[in-house]
T-cell receptor
Framework: DAGVIQSPRHEVTEMGQEVTLRCKPI?????LFWYRQTMMRGLELLIY????????DSGMPEDRFSAKMPNASFSTLKIQPSEPRDSAVYFC?????????????FGEGSRLTVL | GNSVTQMEGPVTLSEEAFLTINCTYT??????LFWYVQYPGEGLQLLLK?????DKGSNKGFEATYRKETTSFHLEKGSVQVSDSAVYFC????????????FGAGTTVTVRA
C-alpha cells in the first residue's frame, strides 16, 4: 500500500487566500484524523472522521477552518481566509478499527506558510 | 479523561549514551500505550507499543515496559546513535465505543557524534 498520501507537501500563500489541503487515507481504514503541528503548541488534533462522518471537531480553531470527507478515499481541510498564525505542518492520519496493531498511520504532512 | 505527560526536552546526548524519556499516563480502564517517532521532515511513525500491564514493547534497540502500578511507560535505549535524533511522542489509545488517542507533547532528542 502507498500509505497515507497528502498534498501539497508545501504551500506558501498570502494572508486572506483560501488554502485547501488534501488527504487520501490507506484503503480500508475507517478513521481519518487531521492534526496540526507547531513549535508553540505541539501536535493538536483538529478533527476526526469515522466512516466519512465527522465525530469530533472540537479542535478546529475557528470558523475559518472546515473539513470534509466526501468518500472513504478522500478528505480535505480548508482554511478561508488564511492568516499568518495558521502557518504550521498539517498531518493526516488513518487507522482501521479492525486493526490488530492499533497503529495510526501518518502522512508526510503539508507544510503551510501564510505570509 | 485520558491523558499523557512526558518529559520535556530538548535532550542532547553523545553517541553511545543511555537515553531515557519519561512518560506517565492517566486513564480509565486498560488502554494501549505507544511510542511514536518523528524524524526530521517526516510524519509520525510507530516505534513500539504495549497493550497490557507488564508488556514490554521493543524495536530498533528501544524498549518500554507498561507499568500499571506507576502508570508509566518510559522509553529507554542503551546506546543511542546520531540516526536516533528525532522527536518522540508517548501516546495512549482506547478503542471502545469510539477511538481515542492522546499524545504527549513530544520530546526532541539530538544525538551528537
Amino acid at each position: 500500500d502507498a500509505g497515507v498520501i497528502q498534498s501539497p507537501r508545501h504551500e506558501v500563500t498570502e494572508m486572506g487566500q483560501e488554502v485547501t489541503l488534501r488527504c487520501k487515507p490507506i484503503s480500508g481504514h475507517d478513521y481519518l484524523f487531521w492534526y496540526r503541528q507547531t513549535m508553540m503548541r505541539g501536535l493538536e488534533l483538529l478533527i476526526y472522521f469515522n466512516n466519512n462522518v465527522p465525530i469530533d471537531d472540537s479542535g478546529m480553531p475557528e470558523d475559518r477552518f472546515s473539513a470534509k470527507m466526501p468518500n472513504a478515499s478522500f478528505s480535505t481541510l480548508k482554511i478561508q481566509p488564511s492568516e499568518p498564525r495558521d502557518s504550521a505542518v498539517y498531518f493526516c492520519a488513518s487507522i482501521s478499527q479492525g486493526s490488530n496493531t492499533g497503529e495510526l498511520f501518518f502522512g508526510e504532512g503539508s507544510r503551510l506558510t501564510v505570509l | 479523561g485520558n491523558s499523557v505527560t512526558q518529559m520535556e526536552g530538548p535532550v542532547t546526548l553523545s553517541e553511545e549514551a543511555f537515553l531515557t524519556i519519561n512518560c506517565t499516563y492517566t486513564a480509565t480502564g486498560y488502554p494501549s500505550l505507544f511510542w511514536y517517532v518523528q524524524y526530521p521532515g517526516e510524519g509520525l511513525q510507530l516505534l513500539l507499543k504495549a497493550t497490557k500491564a507488564d508488556d514490554k514493547g521493543s524495536n530498533k534497540g528501544f524498549e518500554a515496559t507498561y507499568r500499571k502500578e506507576t502508570t508509566s511507560f518510559h522509553l529507554e535505549k542503551g546506546s543511542v546513535q546520531v540516526s536516533d535524533s528525532a522527536v518522540y511522542f508517548c501516546a495512549l489509545e482506547r478503542f471502545s465505543n469510539d477511538y481515542k488517542l492522546s499524545f504527549g507533547a513530544g520530546t526532541t532528542v539530538t544525538v551528537r557524534a
